[in-house]
């Protein structure tokens, strides 16, 4: 469950407001509509399939421009700032070592605190972001993978065996590994 709190400044807080507070507190934040929601922490199999989804990643992203986050970096959409699960950027992270500016590839787990959050609010946030090419997500509860992807116009797919093609990455995630650890 998240919880809503008010931080002492005003409601038409800027992001770089929000993020210059946000890095002084102990717990971690989103950005939402101008609300901004404490995060809690996950479960076993929401950690279990960020880090078999990242390491699939970087194991077959090595030797290339681009990188695998998991949740401890930010990504600004709109006037809004959250913490993907798993983000993939192609472009150098350089001059910002809290903010993603180029995200190609967003993976969220959900949960049933967040599911309908990250199916609404965010995911229509997160296909205004230029470089976005698929937003991915994923259900911890059962063998069930959501793809929205950048084409003329945003398409979805749903998946429930066999493998998710992330095109934006040009990889094949087979869902029987990912999900090998929670059978």
């Known amino acids: 469950m998240n919880v809503v709190i008010k931080p002492q400044y005003s409601d038409d807080v800027s992001v770089a407001e929000f993020i210059e507070w946000e890095n002084q507190q102990d717990t971690r934040h989103e950005l939402l509509d101008g609300e901004v929601i404490a995060m809690t922490g996950g479960t076993v199999a929401h950690a279990s399939l960020i ?3 990242g390491a699939a990643l970087l194991h ?3 030797g290339t421009p681009c990188r695998v986050f998991t949740s401890d970096l930010k ?7 959250f913490y993907p699960d798993v983000v993939v950027s192609c472009e150098s992270q350089e001059n910002d070592d809290v903010l993603c500016h180029c995200p190609k590839l967003i ?3 959900l949960s049933s605190s967040t599911s309908r959050k990250d199916r609404s609010k965010k995911r229509l946030a997160y296909q205004e972001i230029e470089s976005l090419e698929e937003y991915v ?3 911890q509860e059962a063998k069930h993978i959501e793809v929205y992807r950048r084409e003329d116009d945003w398409q979805a797919s749903i998946h429930i065996g066999g493998v998710v093609e992330l095109r934006s990455v040009n990889f094949s995630l087979a869902i029987d590994e990912i999900y090998a650890d929670l059978d």
């Open 51 to 53: 880090l078999q989804i």
């Open 60 to 62: 077959h992203l090595k």
């Open 75 to 81: 990504v600004q959409a709109l006037k809004n700032v």
């Open 107 to 109: 993976i969220e787990v």
């Open 137 to 139: 997500l994923v259900s």
